[in-house]
């Protein structure tokens, strides 16, 4: 049988009255809403609760699952340590998982476990879950940092897993939505957060799911959302099915939205493979985009490929633009995959004889030897958006007075230690964050003086 039902909730701290000593009067439309869902959560007595938290381990390329035959909890960190939890992991259904993963080469299991207590994203769920129901195992899976449509693969591969067993379960997404609702709220404010909130919600009080991986990341991280990976997951776990949606409250009285929503499958429906249909769309419109990129990018592609696909250096074409022949410079190749940087390197200052091969030479690398990330893989090639910066000559500049972050890049410098950010890159809007991510890359301390050049580049998509 497909999942029962899913639940997407919010997992404030301050809604449990140990902890919150009266704040918790201030969100309680969020508690009646809250006490609804788990009412409704009891009613279809779940073998299995599986519960997606952002406070559980998480990994920038892998998916957490929680070892073990269970784990205990409290709420001592919020000063409310006579709130306990222990729980029974349903160790089956998550080795059925883990082989499927495995079997798939999908990036989840057991790995890496750091902290074996209970998280307060997975406990606030389960607070108002076990007042009404103490039957059932949980099943807790913690986020990554891969790409959202990743997130969905993880909740079909759920799905899957849970179906093909018979379990009887619920899916619990936790997650709070925008916490930059408010001015004076503890985040303060910025216009992405309810724009960010209303998106959400509207979508999934359609059940549009696939709305869902539509959201830019740098839009997402402006609005400071918590819980969007998690929601997408559950999306997942939904895929192919006619559902049934109910928003039953949204506050954000504290500066931070919360929106607890239901869903119920009511039954296959082949026009909700929500993943397939926007990997298709992503598919044709990156044809079209490559096929209408420059020279540049297209000899930068073409690297990519014969390095992915046959680990072979591309000789440098015959048919190229003079410039790219001729010309000696500094280039950064960046390739994204739906929406995120997936590898990025560059030369500050020419290295090889002329611009072709350094455009050559930094794709490969970009594709392959980028430490934050692993190799690309044949699979991703078609999914992947490729630009080429072509650098200026660096220049010294007295003062950040000088700098434009959206016009020039900029290059930070302190003896031996050097680090470069390239211009009008999304999700870096000051002057300020230009030059504090500089000095990150180069291991320059706040303290540290620093040199300060800037540059110019030509962008080519």
Same mark, same amino acid.
């Given at each position: 049988?497909?999942?029962?039902?899913?639940?997407?909730?919010?997992?404030?701290?301050?809604?449990?009255?140990?902890?919150?000593?009266?704040g918790?009067?201030?969100?309680?439309?969020?508690?009646?809403?809250?006490?609804?869902?788990?009412r409704?959560?009891?009613?279809?007595?779940?073998?299995?609760?599986?519960?997606?938290?952002?406070?559980?381990l998480?990994?920038?390329?892998?998916?957490?699952?929680s070892?073990?035959?269970?784990?205990?909890?409290?709420?001592?960190q919020?000063?409310?340590?006579?709130?306990?939890f222990?729980?029974?992991?349903?160790?089956?259904?998550?080795?059925?998982?883990?082989?499927?993963?495995?079997?798939?080469?999908?990036?989840?299991?057991?790995?890496?476990?750091?902290?074996?207590?209970?998280?307060?994203?997975?406990?606030?769920?389960?607070?108002?879950?076990?007042?009404h129901?103490?039957?059932?195992?949980?099943?807790?899976?913690?986020?990554?940092?891969?790409?959202?449509?990743?997130?969905?693969?993880?909740?079909?591969?759920?799905a899957r897993?849970?179906?093909?067993?018979?379990?009887n379960?619920?899916?619990?997404a936790?997650g709070d939505?925008?916490?930059?609702?408010?001015?004076?709220?503890p985040?303060?404010?910025?216009?992405?957060?309810?724009k960010?909130?209303?998106?959400?919600?509207?979508?999934c009080?359609?059940?549009?799911?696939?709305?869902?991986?539509?959201?830019?990341?740098?839009?997402c991280?402006?609005?400071?959302?918590?819980?969007?990976?998690?929601?997408?997951?559950m999306?997942?776990?939904?895929?192919?099915?006619?559902v049934?949606?109910?928003?039953?409250?949204?506050?954000?009285?504290?500066?931070?939205?919360?929106?607890?929503?239901?869903f119920?499958?009511?039954?296959?429906?082949?026009?909700?493979?929500?993943?397939?249909?926007?990997?298709?769309?992503?598919?044709?419109e990156?044809?079209?985009r490559?096929?209408?990129?420059?020279?540049?990018?297209?000899?930068?592609?073409?690297?990519?490929?014969?390095?992915?696909?046959?680990?072979?250096?591309?000789?440098? !074409?015959? #048919?190229? +633009?003079?410039? %790219?022949?001729?010309? =000696?410079? @500094?280039?950064? $190749? &960046?390739?994204h995959?739906?929406?995120?940087?997936?590898?990025?390197?560059?030369?500050?200052?020419?290295?090889?004889?002329?611009?072709?091969?350094?455009?050559?030479?930094?794709?490969?690398?970009?594709?392959?030897?980028?430490?934050?990330?692993?190799?690309?893989?044949?699979?991703?090639?078609?999914?992947?958006?490729?630009?080429?910066?072509?650098?200026?000559?660096?220049? !010294?500049? #007295?003062? +950040?007075?000088? %700098?434009?972050?959206? =016009?020039? @890049?900029?290059? $930070? &410098?302190h003896?031996?230690?050097?680090g470069?950010?390239?211009?009008?890159?999304?999700?870096?809007?000051?002057?300020?964050?230009?030059?504090?991510?500089?000095?990150?890359?180069?291991?320059?301390?706040?303290?540290?003086?620093?040199?300060?050049?800037?540059?110019?580049?030509?962008?080519?998509?």
């Amino acid at each position: 049988m497909p999942v029962q039902a899913a639940f997407m909730v919010p997992h404030p701290p301050l809604i449990v009255p140990e902890i919150g000593r009266g704040g918790e009067e201030e969100i309680r439309e969020t508690t009646a809403a809250y006490e609804q869902a788990a009412r409704e959560i009891a009613a279809l007595k779940p073998e299995t609760i599986i519960i997606t938290s952002p406070h559980s381990l998480m990994y920038a390329d892998y998916f957490h699952i929680s070892p073990g035959d269970g784990a205990k909890g409290s709420f001592r960190q919020f000063r409310a340590g006579q709130v306990r939890f222990s729980e029974q992991y349903d160790v089956p259904l998550r080795e059925a998982i883990c082989r499927l993963a495995e079997a798939e080469d999908f990036p989840a299991g057991t790995l890496g476990e750091k902290d074996p207590e209970l998280d307060h994203g997975t406990m606030v769920p389960l607070w108002f879950i076990r007042k009404h129901y103490t039957g059932g195992k949980i099943l807790r899976i913690g986020l990554s940092g891969l790409p959202l449509s990743e997130h969905y693969r993880l909740g079909q591969l759920i799905a899957r897993v849970v179906e093909e067993t018979g379990r009887n379960a619920v899916f619990v997404a936790s997650g709070d939505l925008s916490h930059k609702l408010k001015p004076d709220g503890p985040y303060g404010f910025a216009p992405e957060g309810p724009k960010y909130d209303g998106r959400l919600l509207d979508a999934c009080g359609r059940a549009a799911f696939g709305e869902l991986l539509d959201f830019d990341e740098t839009f997402c991280e402006k609005a400071a959302e918590c819980g969007h990976r998690s929601f997408v997951i559950m999306a997942g776990a939904l895929d192919g099915l006619r559902v049934k949606a109910n928003v039953l409250s949204h506050q954000d009285v504290t500066g931070v939205g919360y929106g607890i929503c239901t869903f119920y499958p009511e039954g296959k429906d082949e026009n909700r493979h929500f993943l397939k249909n926007w990997l298709e769309k992503q598919e044709k419109e990156l044809e079209k985009r490559a096929a209408g990129s420059d020279a540049y990018v297209k000899l930068a592609r073409a690297a990519v490929e014969s390095w992915v696909r046959n680990r072979k250096v591309l000789p440098v !074409p015959k #048919d190229l +633009p003079a410039e %790219l022949l001729t010309r =000696r410079a @500094g280039a950064f $190749v &960046s390739i994204h995959e739906n929406g995120q940087l997936r590898g990025c390197i560059g030369t500050i200052g020419p290295v090889e004889e002329n611009l072709a091969k350094e455009i050559i030479q930094n794709a490969v690398s970009a594709s392959s030897r980028d430490p934050r990330f692993s190799p690309i893989t044949e699979k991703e090639l078609k999914y992947l958006e490729i630009s080429v910066d072509v650098l200026g000559e660096a220049e !010294p500049v #007295d003062s +950040p007075d000088q %700098l434009d972050v959206k =016009r020039y @890049g900029v290059i $930070v &410098s302190h003896g031996r230690k050097r680090g470069l950010l390239l211009p009008d890159l999304d999700g870096v809007d000051t002057v300020e964050e230009q030059i504090r991510i500089a000095r990150r890359k180069a291991g320059i301390r706040d303290h540290e003086d620093c040199k300060l050049e800037r540059f110019e580049v030509v962008r080519h998509f």
